[in-house]
């Protein structure tokens, strides 16, 4: 019991860690997400959303995997940490994101960082390219972070995705 109270205790404590910023840009991810369904009419908002507290803690981490050695468009950037080159493998599976083609690849680092909607409109169509490829959930959340099995990620993942299932629950997103 004692053990019961201390986990939601430390559960409830990451919840009030969550700022207004961080609710706002999940929100915008849940709004972009909704937009963006697979073959099967399905969207992912909460997978998306948990996808984000992984990847940028909802938008406070911006520049992943970037070292000295490496050039910021090798980086992964923005809120949902997506790859110049995945921004322009999506432009070219995706009709409606085709513009992207034109753009050099700084103008696309730019946007990532800048434009959180961008970023999730990237990561929402890419997400739905993974799925409607990939017959396992598993395989598709794993894919997003460049991998067919990674389960120490997928399991980041899905501690978030109870995190945003209670925020969720407590009216902090919709």
């Not at 507290?53 to 950037?77: M, P, Q, R």
Request: aromatic content about 8%; some cysteine.
């Amino acid at each position: 019991m004692k053990l019961l109270l201390l986990v939601s205790f430390i559960f409830m404590t990451s919840l009030f860690a969550i700022t207004d910023d961080q609710l706002r840009t999940l929100q915008i991810v849940r709004d972009v997400a909704r937009t963006v369904p697979a073959k099967n009419g399905e969207t992912y908002e909460d997978t998306l959303s948990a996808i984000c507290l992984t990847e940028s803690s909802a938008g406070k981490n911006l520049i992943g995997d970037f070292n000295k050695n490496v050039i910021l468009t090798k980086a992964s950037l923005g809120v949902m940490q997506v790859q110049v080159a995945t921004a322009r493998f999506v432009a070219g599976k995706v009709e409606s994101m085709s513009w992207i083609s034109s753009m050099s690849n700084a103008q696309i680092a730019n946007r990532l960082l800048t434009d959180v909607e961008f970023s999730a409109r990237i990561a929402a169509h890419y997400f739905v390219i993974l799925r409607d490829t990939r017959k396992k959930y598993l395989h598709s959340v794993s894919g997003y972070n460049g991998g067919m099995v990674n389960m120490p990620y997928y399991s980041r993942v899905m501690k978030n995705l109870t995190i945003i299932n209670k925020l969720k629950e407590n009216k902090k997103l919709s």
